[in-house]
């Protein structure tokens, strides 16, 4: 790696870490507080909207002016019906979107299987966009479904975080929150005001955010178009952007306002804005890990799932960095120089923007898939093989490190039942963490959380390679061509969202199949989870002696890690194999 | 232990100062691991359990059968000229599908191996059980030692007719036809057959030391037993029924153990069940050098998804288990139920009766202080007299400081006078004081009262007599009970107070060291005792337990265990006074000993044959082992799997992408490479049989520490033994030509 590349990625680790503390002690207070109460004066600005709420959800308040604790099995009833309700929408103004206002392009309506994919994928935080945004949604659309969404299924993953959170750190508790007081309080104090200043941020670095229609820029020389005619004017986009990429980086959603994604000079024009929206991907899961060691009263045990996200994410960023930054050994064969020198970022520079580099882009692709955010700011699909592999084994990896906002924590939670399972039955003692015991129940509930992204990811990528239809729209053949279905489904399969660009997936097969593999990985997951919530909370909590195993230590830490990457490896090893590991050496043998 | 009892049963006083080293081998002794009289029968077991009903309790070990079926009949088929298209000769699938089935033979032998274990001690308990014939008497005795043996008239029943609440007769000779209790007369007993000891022990109605064992020998005097148990509910029958169903009962810890291993089984079945699209795909797609080859065999899938799964762990589970079972018989321990075992690595707080398991089962008299004036003489004198006639072990520790002090021993009938004898008081809980009176003679005309107990209880006695209380002895009191002494004070009937007797608890050698280990286990010890908080403080000072609860009465026990409870935490203790019933049922782990009362031993979930109340931390120990044990060959499994990969991955599409032959870091022969594998696998688990039946060792260390020393040692020795292991078979293989 240069020197550069050094720095940068230590200014940016350095000021993720910077702001762990203070942005997880404000969530913290966020997910305890009362109506209408939270710190920093937001309380007294936005707090007043809360009851108002409530009363027009008909939110009972229980016996200590919060609103009424649920047990499990209600918490999870609320969470999947309020997801169910916000698919119907999504999907209805994907189809009513040339009858509604809003629409200036005069874009039709959203074709039956699109919207369906994306109606989906937009409501489990995947936001795997199968279409062009500028060409195929309305601003409605995109603000009132798509933006909606991007915020609330935001929520619904820290939600489903505070649950589980709430579940640990309670004694004999059968409540674990009330799930329309979580989604309204995430929503209001955390996710829309620091929505606001990211977006206030991205338009002065020159992020579009306007109601008007496309522009119109008169070319300084006329070009030939497709069709032989003279073009003198060039057509650009315009839209409300700012306010929906704010909450595409920050609630890891990571659907973009334009069909390129961060890589589009309106959505992400400066090296500032890009600093900000990339710090931006992990930002909040991060800070959940603070979050989750102060709400369960000892913060050693957030600092130590964060640590073990950190021990697996840095040696990767900086693999992926100087994979990129090596390039193609075939490119290097013809006598091109690969070398960085301050004329040239040198390495592999295929689909990446040159205001980025191989450094931010290579950065911006681990953060976007160590977190299931899936926006890009280049295209994986042009990465090395090896480089590319990265970004797919991290999300293959259940989107535990950083993950989604909440959903990569309570992801990670699981990896740490079972790994206390293994850790603590090799001391001799009934495993247990944070004085919970974890019996059989937690464990069948790890398993299933553990297990369907994997099953997703295999069988979806083994269907899609045998139907010839799916195989139609694999855009390079041989192994390359394998890691594009083998990478959707894995984006899909862990509500990443981002994609390999090389496969065509706006079809029939893959709307569906893609639909259904980020609707299994996103519910099959919050149900197990609430429920090992639930029956974490009801038991008692043992002391900690001498013979407990310390699950803040270092050695819990590696121990944490190994689980993570055991389990990923031994999952994915052969397909990666007939994958980028086969199309490496093949590039390496050439 | 109750708080009354002076003393155990002087014939057989457990040896307290090395309990934590191996019980004494009994019945068929200690086993090496690979006995020929366990091992030929294991054989014909391990064949047994083929059937699909008993595999189908173990998912993992399941998978392998059918997968074992699979590749065999794939075998039949390439040898009628149908095998798969580009995939092995006949003769090495054949070879395959062999040692696929040897995985599943080495599970089962492992298995056969613990089970023949547990079967030898069973039988040597079943030999001890033979058809007695018991003396049924059917008047209910009348009071104690109002029964005139020979006025009984027993009937003869055969041993298995007796039901719960019969009375027997046992004369000296007799085998004691069932469990129960005496109800008079006065015995010893040869308890060998249950306990392994051959001293014989006092059995004698009221009291704690009245339970006795089915199977036992009376060797002198006679007593009457009523029958506690029916039929088939004895002890040994227990005993016997544990050795053989541990194979029967899962724990919570194993259930969950086991869903873990069943997830891991589905994950390897996904990631091999979808190579072969995947696989089929490479083919149609390779283009780029993959020129004709065929896609991926069921045979390398099969082979390759029993080499993933955790064949090593699952195959040697139910081994882990019934072995762990063994252990805890062989250190003369019946529990009820496999999990009280595993609890017992669990337990948090160790409650230890502080007589007879912290301090030897009797206080001594240490020292005479005379006060307010009197001499030492005098006071020994007095206390003498006071306890000649006190069988207890505190009074005749007395009388033996006392002929220190050159005072003969007196015939206790010598101090009557003019055929009025003397008059002894024996102590009572109500007086809480034990004397004698004397009667009026010359040396000490108009009589003499003597008087010897608690320093209130005396302090009473003195004021009645019309005498002032002693400041100084209160002084020495106090001072004597800080010392963690038990001070008797003694005075005479004319209100004079004479001295103190102290009395000391001698702490049992080497103790202190083994609450250092439960302290390192992460087990806090607190010790029960009657005695004042000031004198119980000075014990469990001496001692080094953590906490104690003085004046301890049973209430206060129960609370205590409650308490923890409350907080989460898991009690164990040990008890054999019927007093100590109902604490025992409350605890998490209760050991009850087997010289205790019926009523102690029916409230715990454990009895200990030898009666050591120190055995928990054996317990402890074993309920660990069994954990680490599962956990060190859990991550072993999965450890394995790294290699198997580098083995059979290359190997598997070395004819679609031999570019993936650099994977083969092993160089391995392609063609046997996946055989070797399959090999290795089998074969580790019979390399495994002798740790699974031992148990990984437990060290008391800090909880992290021995995670870190189990993950190196199984984690890091997981990753790297498959790799010579396969390379080394791999070798042997082609070095012979037997492919």
């Known amino acids: 790696m240069t020197v550069n590349a050094v720095v940068q990625l230590a200014l940016f680790l350095g000021v993720l870490l910077a702001a762990v503390k203070p942005l997880g002690w404000y969530m913290a207070r966020v997910l305890e507080g009362g109506p209408g109460a939270a710190p920093l004066g937001l309380g007294r600005v936005l707090g007043p909207a809360e009851p108002v709420i409530y009363r027009l959800c008909g939110v009972r308040p229980g016996g200590d002016g919060k609103p009424e604790e649920m047990g499990w099995k209600a918490y999870a009833v609320g969470i999947l019906l309020f997801n169910a309700a916000g698919f119907i929408a999504v999907y209805g103004l994907q189809r009513l979107q040339h009858v509604l206002p809003g629409n200036p392009a005069g874009l039709g309506p959203v074709e039956a299987g699109s919207a369906f994919n994306t109606a989906v994928s937009f409501v489990s935080n995947t936001n795997w966009q199968g279409y062009g945004g500028e060409v195929t949604m309305s601003y409605l659309t995109q603000m009132m479904g798509l933006g909606v969404q991007n915020f609330v299924s935001a929520a619904t993953g820290i939600a489903v975080l505070a649950a589980l959170v709430r579940g640990l750190g309670r004694r004999e508790a059968h409540g674990i929150g009330n799930c329309w007081a979580d989604l309204t309080r995430v929503t209001l104090y955390i996710l829309v005001p620091l929505s606001a200043v990211l977006a206030v941020g991205l338009v002065s670095q020159g992020v579009v955010q306007t109601m008007r229609g496309p522009a119109e820029a008169v070319l300084t020389a006329p070009l030939a178009g497709a069709d032989g005619k003279a073009v003198a004017a060039q057509v650009i986009p315009l839209g409300p952007a700012a306010s929906q990429i704010a909450i595409k980086q920050l609630g890891t959603n990571g659907g973009g306002f334009f069909n390129v994604n961060s890589a589009h000079p309106l959505e992400n024009p400066t090296a500032i804005s890009n600093f900000l929206e990339v710090l931006a991907i992990l930002l909040i899961p991060a800070g959940l890990c603070w979050t989750f060691g102060e709400m369960v009263k000892d913060r050693r045990q957030g600092w130590a799932v964060l640590a073990a996200m950190v021990v697996i994410f840095v040696p990767l960023l900086a693999a992926t960095v100087g994979l990129e930054q090596a390039g193609n050994p075939g490119v290097g064969a013809l006598g091109v120089d690969l070398a960085a020198s301050a004329a040239q970022p040198g390495g592999n520079m295929e689909g990446k923007e040159a205001r980025f580099g191989v450094v931010n882009s290579a950065l911006w692709a681990t953060a976007t898939t160590a977190a299931s955010n899936g926006s890009v700011n280049s295209m994986h699909d042009s990465f090395t093989p090896l480089g590319g592999l990265i970004p797919m084994w991290l999300m293959q990896l259940g989107e535990v490190v950083f993950g989604g906002v909440g959903s990569g924590l309570y992801g990670m939670l699981m990896f740490v039942i079972v790994a206390v399972f293994i850790a603590g039955l090799m001391v001799g003692r009934t495993p247990e963490y944070l004085g919970k015991k974890i019996e059989p129940f937690e464990m069948k509930m790890a398993a299933i959380a553990v297990l369907v992204p994997c099953a997703v990811v295999l069988t979806g990528t083994a269907i899609a390679v045998l139907t010839p239809a799916a195989r139609a729209t694999v855009s390079n053949p041989g192994p390359h061509g394998f890691s594009q279905v083998l990478y959707a489904f894995s984006s899909a399969g862990n509500n990443n969202g981002s994609a390999f660009a090389g496969l065509g997936a706006n079809t029939p097969f893959y709307n569906v199949a893609l639909g259904l593999a980020m609707w299994l990985s996103r519910f099959w997951i919050i149900v197990p989870v609430l429920a090992a919530a639930g029956s974490l909370a009801v038991k008692k909590s043992a002391p900690v002696t001498s013979g407990t195993l310390p699950t803040h230590g270092p050695v819990f830490v590696g121990m944490l890690v190994a689980v993570v990457i055991v389990v990923g490896a031994l999952t994915f090893v052969p397909a990666l194999a007939l994958g980028p590991v086969v199309e490496h050496l093949q590039l390496m043998g050439r | 232990m109750s708080i009354a009892a002076t003393g155990k049963s002087p014939f057989a006083v457990p040896n307290p100062s090395s309990p934590a080293s191996s019980p004494r081998p009994r019945g068929p002794g200690r086993r090496g691991v690979f006995d020929a009289a366990i091992v030929r029968p294991a054989v014909v077991s391990a064949l047994m359990k083929l059937h699909p009903r008993v595999q189908a309790r173990n998912p993992v070990m399941f998978v392998v059968w059918v997968v074992s079926v699979l590749t065999t009949g794939l075998a039949a088929a390439g040898l009628a000229g149908r095998g798969e298209v580009g995939g092995y000769s006949p003769g090495l699938v054949l070879v395959i599908a062999l040692w696929l089935w040897f995985t599943v033979l080495f599970a089962n032998f492992a ?292 002929k220190r002090h050159g005072l003969r021993e007196r015939d206790m009938h010598a101090l009557g006078f003019d055929g009025r004898p003397a008059s002894f008081i024996p102590f009572s809980a109500n007086t809480r004081m034990s004397g004698v009176d004397l009667p009026d003679a010359p040396a000490h005309p108009g009589g003499r009262q003597i008087r010897k107990g608690s320093a209130d209880a005396v302090e009473a006695y003195v004021a009645r007599m019309g005498g002032r209380a002693s400041e100084q002895a209160r002084a020495v009191v106090a001072d004597v009970s800080t010392r963690g002494s038990t001070p008797l004070v003694v005075a005479d009937g004319k209100g004079r107070t004479l001295g103190v007797i102290e009395l000391k608890d001698i702490v049992k050698g080497g103790i202190a060291e083994r609450f250092a280990e439960l302290r390192r286990m992460g087990i806090r010890t607190v010790m029960i005792t009657g005695d004042n908080p000031v004198t119980a403080a000075a014990i469990a000072a001496e001692a080094g337990v953590d906490d104690f609860l003085a004046q301890a009465t049973p209430e206060k026990k129960l609370e205590l265990i409650r308490q923890h409870q409350r907080g989460g935490r898991l009690v164990a203790m040990t008890g054999d006074g019927t007093n100590d019933a109902p604490a025992l049922a409350q605890a998490d782990v209760a050991v009850a000993m087997n010289s205790g009362t019926q009523a102690a031993k029916e409230a715990g979930n454990m009895v200990d044959l030898d009666s050591n109340p120190t055995k928990l931390i054996e317990i402890v120990r074993i309920g660990k082992q069994l954990l680490i044990t599962r956990g060190s060959l859990t991550t072993f499994s999965i450890a394995n799997d790294v290699a198997k990969y580098f083995a059979i991955i290359p190997a598997a599409f070395a004819a679609t992408y031999p570019a993936l032959d650099a994977l083969n870091i092993m160089r391995l022969n392609p063609s046997t490479a996946i055989l070797s594998s399959v090999i290795f696998n089998a074969l580790i688990i019979v390399a495994l049989i002798p740790l699974a039946l031992r148990g990984v060792a437990y060290r008391p260390v800090e909880a992290s520490k021995l995670l870190l020393h189990n993950l190196v040692v199984y984690g890091a020795g997981g990753l790297i033994v498959p790799f010579i292991g396969i390379k080394a078979i791999d070798m042997v293989i082609n070095g012979l030509r037997l492919v």
């Not at chain 2, 023949?116 to 104690?144: D, H, M, N, Y």
């Open chain 2, 111 to 402: 298995e056969a191996m613990a089970e023949g274990r547990g079967k030898a001690q069973a039988a040597s308990l079943r030999r001890s059980k033979r058809e007695v014939v018991a003396k049924r008497v059917e008047a209910r005795p009348g009071p104690a030692g109002a029964t005139d043996v020979k006025s009984l008239r027993p009937a003869r029943v055969s041993a298995s007719e007796l039901r719960r609440g019969d009375v027997v007769l046992v004369e000296a000779g007799d085998i004691i036809p069932g469990d129960g209790e005496v109800v008079e007369g006065i015995a010893s007993v040869n308890e060998s057959a249950v306990t392994g000891e051959s001293a014989p022990v006092i059995r004698e109605s009221g009291g704690d030391r009245s339970s006795v064992t089915g199977g036992t020998q009376v060797l002198s005097d006679w007593i009457l037993v009523r029958i506690g148990s029916n039929p088939g509910e004895t002890f040994l029958d227990r005993m016997i029924a544990m050795v053989e169903g541990a194979k029967r009962q899962k724990t919570p810890n194993e259930i969950a153990l086991d869903i873990l291993l069943a997830k891991l089984t589905i994950i390897f079945l996904l990631a091999c069940a979808t190579l072969l699209p995947y696989s089929i795909y490479a083919v149609g797609s390779a283009g780029a050098g993959g020129g004709g080859a065929a896609p991926i065999t069921v045979t390398v899938l099969a082979a390759l998804l029993v080499c993933l799964i955790p064949t090593t762990i699952g195959g040697l589970l139910s081994a882990i288990r019934i072995a762990g079972m063994d252990r805890l018989v062989q250190a003369n321990v019946i529990a009820t139920s496999g999990r009280a075992v595993e609890a017992a690595g669990d337990v948090d707080v160790l409650l230890l009766d502080k007589t007879g398991t912290i301090t030897l089962g009797n206080r001594q008299a240490a020292r005479f202080i005379p006060v307010d004036g009197a001499t030492v003489e005098e006071l020994a004198d007095a206390a003498q007299l006071a306890s000649l006639a006190d069988e207890t072990p505190e009074g005749r520790s007395i009388v033996v400081l006392a």
